[in-house]
């Protein structure tokens, strides 16, 4: 991990899409050597306002089930801190439009996470899973999704689920191959499969006429691609 920077909390008014000055307010408490999350973050009143919430860079090892009761969260950032696990109430964030969970120590995702249906941007980067959550397959609203450095040696099928997405990225695994169901991501841009163990380019690959940025930096390439 990257050392944590100390800066101080500031607390925000924010305007969110172009609406008026609803009192909507965005929580900053990033790099402030945190350990737990402070109880004024999910009081009644945080409840009423709160629609982003920056935990970044503490050293954070569970987050409350309180927090998932914020009915108008929107965002939530907890990169780079020492979480082993979400909690299985994330369920009812039912509002969340992203979550950047990466750099952290998660070897799973709670699969109730499938009921976050707005969910657009999901970025579990950097963590030990292992294998790609059957929660994270459900989630059919995602653009963009980063599972870099996350030990995957395999995507299932379900995969092809999430058809939406633009952005997927995938470096430094160990994948060989990639799904047949692939093709169904229709509206993929950009894919990354940098520094994974594909000794040729995946045929389905062939089938996604929309991308436009594809990695495949360092693989052991057999047989190159033609231009």
């Given at each position: 991990?990257?050392?944590?920077?100390?800066?101080?909390?500031?607390?925000?008014?924010?305007?969110?899409?172009?609406?008026g000055d609803d009192g909507s307010l965005i929580l900053d408490l990033s790099h402030t050597r945190l350990h737990t999350v402070p109880p004024q973050v999910y009081t009644p009143a945080s409840a009423q306002s709160l629609q982003e919430i920056h935990l970044d860079?503490?050293?954070?090892?569970?987050?409350?089930?309180?927090?998932?009761?914020?009915?108008?969260?929107?965002?939530?950032?907890?990169?780079?801190?020492?979480?082993?696990?979400?909690?299985?109430?994330?369920?009812?964030?039912?509002?969340?439009?992203?979550?950047?969970?990466?750099?952290?120590?998660?070897?799973?995702?709670?699969?109730?996470?499938?009921?976050?249906?707005?969910?657009?941007?999901?970025?579990?980067?950097?963590?030990?899973?292992?294998?790609?959550?059957?929660?994270?397959?459900?989630?059919?609203?995602?653009?963009?999704?980063?599972?870099?450095?996350?030990?995957?040696?395999?995507?299932?099928?379900?995969?092809?689920?999430?058809?939406?997405?633009?952005?997927?990225?995938?470096?430094?695994?160990?994948?060989?191959?990639?799904?047949?169901?692939?093709?169904?991501?229709?509206?993929?841009?950009?894919?990354?499969?940098?520094?994974?163990?594909?000794?040729?380019?995946?045929?389905?690959?062939?089938?996604?006429?929309?991308?436009?940025?594809?990695?495949?930096?360092?693989?052991?390439?057999?047989?190159?691609?033609?231009?």
């Amino acid at each position: 991990k990257q050392s944590k920077q100390r800066s101080f909390p500031r607390l925000v008014c924010s305007c969110l899409d172009g609406e008026g000055d609803d009192g909507s307010l965005i929580l900053d408490l990033s790099h402030t050597r945190l350990h737990t999350v402070p109880p004024q973050v999910y009081t009644p009143a945080s409840a009423q306002s709160l629609q982003e919430i920056h935990l970044d860079g503490n050293y954070i090892q569970e987050l409350p089930k309180e927090l998932c009761a914020l009915p108008l969260l929107r965002v939530l950032s907890v990169a780079d801190n020492d979480l082993a696990s979400l909690p299985p109430a994330i369920g009812g964030l039912a509002g969340l439009r992203r979550i950047d969970a990466s750099r952290n120590e998660l070897r799973d995702i709670p699969d109730n996470i499938r009921s976050c249906r707005q969910l657009s941007v999901v970025n579990v980067s950097n963590n030990t899973l292992s294998r790609l959550p059957d929660g994270l397959t459900q989630l059919v609203s995602l653009t963009e999704l980063y599972l870099s450095d996350v030990l995957l040696e395999f995507l299932p099928a379900s995969l092809g689920r999430l058809c939406k997405l633009r952005v997927l990225e995938l470096r430094d695994n160990h994948l060989n191959s990639l799904p047949k169901a692939m093709h169904r991501l229709s509206q993929l841009r950009r894919l990354d499969l940098g520094c994974n163990d594909f000794s040729h380019v995946p045929p389905v690959l062939q089938q996604l006429t929309t991308l436009q940025e594809l990695l495949m930096d360092g693989n052991s390439l057999l047989i190159l691609p033609a231009v």
